[in-house]
């Protein structure tokens, strides 16, 4: 336990930010899962809409600094040459 004031409000605001960054990455690994799922049905019409959400689920987890910047890039780019492929 927190022997200051301020280390006791540090170790709180801690404990909400890992559920709230926890929250934000299951988030975009459930939205990247349906895009998967999609993307090996080949369901064209869902396509767009889920690469769509995809994208500004995973720039908001990287603006957030939850994921790297550099991985968010990685995903979306992988998975939108996946999804041009499966039209």
Do not use: C
């Not at 299951?26 to 396509?47: G, M, P």
């Not at 995809?54 to 939108?80: C, D, H, N, P, Y």
Request: hydrophobic share 40%.
């Amino acid at each position: 336990m927190a022997n200051h004031k301020s280390a006791a409000k540090r170790a709180r605001q801690s404990i909400r930010k890992t559920a709230v960054n926890n929250a934000r990455k299951s988030t975009v690994k459930t939205v990247e899962k349906n895009l998967v799922k999609a993307i090996q049905a080949k369901d064209i019409k869902a396509l767009p809409e889920l690469m769509k959400k995809f994208t500004s689920q995973v720039m908001k987890a990287a603006k957030t600094g939850v994921i790297k910047k550099e991985t968010a890039s990685r995903k979306i780019s992988r998975l939108s040459s996946r999804a041009a492929a499966a039209k």
